[in-house]
């Protein structure tokens, strides 16, 4: 798992192969992730494995794994994200040939030969990110944090507001 994946493939003849690659893609090279993340310091690890089935679908299938720093968006601090994807993609030359791939495949639409593997990477990686990622439990979410002490104080201040209604009554 110490390799660098190729910049290029060819995925066609990869899947005709029957390749198994394994190997490190810096998160640095994804540049559409890269918006997403508040650090590209750190390396995803990949499998991709290549094949022909049965019908005679040429595909890819592997996974994804690597932590991403992504920003909360209650509290707007950074929070890791534990990033496991996995993904079967069926290769096909142009959109119209979609309609024939079984449902057992998503569509990689292979534009051009050797195909540039991180766009195909970044594909999977930006489908499996949360719309609007936030830190689980309120220990590491500094916006929960901040709105239970302001509700633990709103209530403390109730009893005053209460007799002050009191007061104004009499
Ligand atoms: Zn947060």
Avoid: W
Wanted: charged content about 25%.
């Amino acid at each position: 798992m110490k390799d660098h994946l190729p910049d290029r493939l060819d995925l066609y003849a990869a899947a005709e192969a029957g390749r198994v690659i394994r190997g490190r893609i810096p998160l640095a090279s994804l540049t559409r992730v890269i918006p997403l993340t508040s650090s590209v310091a750190s390396e995803l690890e990949v499998i991709l494995e290549f094949g022909r089935d049965q019908e005679g679908t040429r595909y890819l299938t592997g996974s994804i794994r690597g932590m991403l720093e992504l920003q909360c968006q209650r509290c707007l601090e950074s929070m890791d994200y534990p990033l496991n994807v996995k993904f079967r993609l069926g290769l096909v030359q142009n959109p119209d040939d979609v309609q024939y791939l079984t449902d057992r495949f998503e569509p990689l639409i292979v534009a051009a030969e050797p195909a540039l593997l991180a766009e195909v990477i970044s594909d999977e990686v930006l489908l499996a990110l949360p719309i609007a990622p936030l830190h689980e439990g309120m220990v590491n979410c500094r916006e929960v944090t901040a709105d239970y002490h302001a509700s633990a104080d709103a209530q403390r201040d109730n009893p005053f507001a209460v007799l002050e209604q009191l007061k104004q009554k009499q």
